[in-house]
């Protein structure tokens, strides 16, 4: 199985701020990678696919990038609705496998 | 609107069964994979199974092969998870979501959840 390997497990930012989260696959994925937010109490939603696609709907402060091995997501200007734990996934290969998740807490 | 509501979680004892379903509305069911996920208290997301529209192709996570089946019935627009020999680790919220029209394991939109505990 693919292992997908977050950081940080948490960080503390404020609204305003450039936040950037890192995702790292054992083995290369090309560009089949794909970025999910969740909210406590709520269902993961998609956010971004082929590892730096805009899903319909989604603000343009978030951005991905990358292939390979190395994916970003970056959040240009934090807003409150945007504390929550941010998934990477990959889609590969069978199983699709996640990361563990970074928690973007208020500072 | 795309809606999926999942239902049929609840208590049961280690060793026991569940059937699990996911109802659909919004578009065309047949058309699309479906997957289920699931989410330990305070842990992360563990993809669990898939199915194709047509339910030719399935394929489960090494945690619950030979113990869930998934299945769908594309009249009545349902996906269901049979869950069995239930042990306290499947203890989980349980994520029916649909797969992009193109395939894959992109997963564009979920359900709200329901909640498995497995305790004696």
């Known amino acids: 199985d693919i292992q997908m390997t977050q950081s940080p497990s948490s960080l503390s930012a404020s609204v305003g701020d450039r936040v950037t989260i890192t995702c790292r696959a054992s083995q290369n994925i090309g560009s089949s990678l794909n970025w999910y937010q969740q909210k406590p109490g709520k269902a993961p939603k998609f956010l971004i696919y082929g590892a730096s696609s805009l899903q319909s709907g989604v603000p343009s402060r978030f951005s991905g990038s990358g292939s390979g091995t190395d994916f970003t997501l970056t959040i240009s200007s934090l807003q409150p609705e945007d504390f929550a734990t941010y998934y990477c996934?990959?889609?590969?290969?069978?199983?699709?496998?996640f990361g563990q998740g970074t928690k973007v807490e208020i500072k | 609107e795309v809606q999926l509501v999942e239902s049929g979680g609840g208590l049961v004892q280690p060793g026991g069964s569940l059937r699990l379903s996911c109802a659909v509305s919004g578009f065309i069911f047949s058309s699309y994979n479906m997957n289920w996920v699931r989410q330990a208290p305070g842990k992360g997301l563990e993809w669990v199974s898939y199915?194709?529209?047509?339910?030719?192709?399935?394929y489960y996570a090494d945690s619950v092969r030979g113990r869930f089946t998934i299945s769908r019935d594309n009249a009545k627009n349902s996906l269901y998870l049979q869950m069995n020999s239930l042990r306290d680790q499947d203890t989980a919220v349980y994520y029916c979501?649909?797969?992009?029209?193109?395939?894959?394991?992109?997963?564009?939109?979920w359900g709200q959840g329901t909640l498995v505990t497995v305790s004696s």
């Open positions: 199915i194709s529209g047509s339910s030719s192709t399935i």
């Open positions: 996934q990959q889609s590969y290969s069978t199983p699709p496998t």
């Open positions: 979501a649909r797969g992009h029209s193109t395939g894959g394991y992109r997963l564009d939109d």
